[in-house]
Nanobody, 117 residues
Framework: QVQLVESGGGLVQAGGSLRLSCVASGRIFAINTMGWYRQAPGKQRELVARISNIGITNYPNSVKDRFTISRDNAKNTVYLQMNSLKPEDTAVYYC???????????WGQGTQVTVSS
């Protein structure tokens, strides 16, 4: 069984920075994509950033140039560096793993990020 454990959320003022981490454990295949999604109250879960096992990244325009995703394959860990945070970035952030092929998807429990104005 695969488990994802996030850390690093919290309260920050607008313009500040936070770094989220997610450690994956269990049977992790070499071919996988890890990512971060977020869900604000009353809204659908949305993509924040994704990174493949070979380092190909994907960001929506809303966070491009502010957020950076990275990973350490040896540690099965993915990071999300969030800079220039805005109140609209407030949400629960979820770590995601698309594992192997065919893909099996896993989710972390979520970590709250709150940006005050």
């Amino acid at each position: 069984q695969v488990q994802l454990v996030e850390s690093g959320g919290g309260l920050v003022q607008a313009g500040g920075s936070l770094r989220l981490s997610c450690v994956a454990s269990g049977r992790i295949f070499a071919i996988n994509t890890m990512g971060w999604y977020r869900q604000a109250p009353g809204k659908q879960r949305e993509l924040v950033a994704r990174i493949s096992n070979i380092g190909i990244t994907n960001y929506p325009n809303s966070v491009k140039d502010r957020f950076t995703i990275s990973r350490d394959n040896a540690k099965n860990t993915v990071y999300l560096q969030m800079n220039s945070l805005k109140p609209e970035d407030t949400a629960v952030y979820y770590c995601n793993l698309d594992n192997g092929f065919p893909v099996t998807t896993y989710w972390g429990q979520g970590t709250q990020v709150t940006v005050s104005s």
